[in-house]
């Protein structure tokens, strides 16, 4: 069953305003990204670089071989598919 943004806004309403969300397995959400104006994503997972195919962000995975995940092209990425963004 999908959930529209809406849906969940009045979902959320309902819970209290200052606890932390988190996943299933306490993971706490780390942002949000939107997907062609018809799909919004939850994440958990830090943002480690971009993309060299379409240039969005991309995500830490635990997918063995693909250390990271582009929701824009929908696929996990090699790291040589990856540009990964220099830690400061
Ligand atoms: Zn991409």
Do not use: W
């Not at 062609?36 to 991309?58: L, M």
Request: charged share 30%; with cysteine; glycine share 4%.
């Amino acid at each position: 069953m999908s959930t529209t943004v809406k849906e969940l806004i009045k979902l959320l309403s309902n819970y209290n305003q200052d606890s932390i969300v988190v996943n299933h397995e306490n993971e706490e959400f780390v942002h949000l990204i939107s997907l062609d104006g018809n799909r919004t994503k939850i994440s958990v997972k830090p943002k480690i670089g971009e993309c060299n195919e379409c240039g969005s962000s991309v995500h830490q995975t635990e997918v063995i071989d693909y250390p990271a995940v582009c929701t824009n092209c929908d696929e996990n990425k090699y790291e040589f598919e990856i540009t990964r963004t220099k830690e400061k």
